[in-house]
Nanobody, 124 residues
Framework: VQLVESGGGSVQAGGSLRLSCAASGYTYSPYCTGWFRQAPGKEREGIATIDRDGSTIYAASVKGRFTISQDNAKNTLYLQMSSLKPEDTAMYYC???????????????????WGQGTQVTVSS
C-alpha cells in the first residue's frame, strides 16, 4: 500500500491550500482515512478523518476551517484548508486504517498505512 501526499506549500495567513493523498495497492479499501500533522518539537496529531460511509471527525483546532473529503473512484483523499494560521504550519500526513468499535477516530494507533508527508508553511 502506498499513500502519496501533494499540495503542500507556503501561504500567507488567511490563505487556502488543498492537500491530496493518492492511494494505491489496496486489496480492500480501508474504512478510515485521515489527515495528521506534526509541527517541529510537537507530537503528531490527528486533525480530520473520514469513514468510507462519508462521516467525518475534526479536531477542534481545525473545525470550521478545514474540510476532509474523498473520491473513492480515484482512491484519493483531500483536505481543503482555509483561513490558515501560522500555527497550522506543520508536516501533513495522510493515513488509512480499519474502524475501531465500528467507527473511525483521530488516534494514531488506529492507522496502519502512512504517507511520507507534505510540508505546509503559513506566514504571518
Amino acid at each position: 500500500v502506498q499513500l502519496v501526499e501533494s499540495g503542500g506549500g507556503s501561504v500567507q495567513a488567511g490563505g487556502s491550500l488543498r492537500l491530496s493523498c493518492a492511494a494505491s495497492g489496496y486489496t480492500y479499501s480501508p474504512y478510515c482515512t485521515g489527515w495528521f500533522r506534526q509541527a517541529p518539537g510537537k507530537e503528531r496529531e490527528g486533525i480530520a478523518t473520514i469513514d468510507r460511509d462519508g462521516s467525518t471527525i475534526y479536531a477542534a483546532s481545525v473545525k470550521g476551517r478545514f474540510t476532509i473529503s474523498q473520491d473513492n473512484a480515484k482512491n484519493t483523499l483531500y483536505l481543503q484548508m482555509s483561513s490558515l494560521k501560522p500555527e497550522d504550519t506543520a508536516m501533513y500526513y495522510c493515513a488509512a486504517g480499519p474502524r475501531r468499535r465500528g467507527r473511525c477516530y483521530t488516534e494514531i494507533i488506529d492507522f496502519t498505512y502512512w504517507g511520507q508527508g507534505t510540508q505546509v508553511t503559513v506566514s504571518s
